[in-house]
């Protein structure tokens, strides 16, 4: 996949033999985006269309990104909790085990 650095070169790509051309302008009035601000800037005068239709599909992916790394750190949160409980849970099992054992020598021994 290729990676478009500014959205002069972005917007000379999607004008380069579009054949579905009427595609984008169909998309671009589907999503209302001439008459939208982009975020980010106050005045979106001297953009095209398609730069405002890029920059706005850029700003999701931003979004997105920000969301799946703040995902991935609750994951990470989440897995070392539940590596600390199961730790925890293995001790409670060998004590006990232990304790069971300790209770069986003595109820044995108490009857002889």
Do not use: C, W
């Not at 478009?4 to 169909?26: A, D, V």
């Not at 931003?62 to 703040?70: A, H, I, Q, T």
């Not at 070392?80 to 069971?100: C, G, W, Y």
């Amino acid at each position: 996949s290729s990676s478009f650095s500014s959205s002069s070169s972005s917007s000379s790509f999607l004008n380069q033999n579009n054949p579905s051309s009427s595609s984008l302008s169909n998309l671009m009035s589907e999503l209302d985006v001439e008459d939208q601000s982009i975020e980010g800037h106050s005045s979106v005068v001297g953009y095209s269309a398609s730069d405002r239709l890029l920059q706005a599909v850029q700003g999701q992916r931003d979004r997105f990104r920000k969301e799946v790394n703040r995902k991935e750190g609750e994951l990470a949160i989440a897995k070392n909790i539940s590596d600390q409980l199961n730790e925890n849970a293995k001790q409670l099992r060998s004590e006990n085990l232990t304790l069971f054992k300790k209770v069986r020598y003595l109820t044995n021994h108490q009857n002889q």
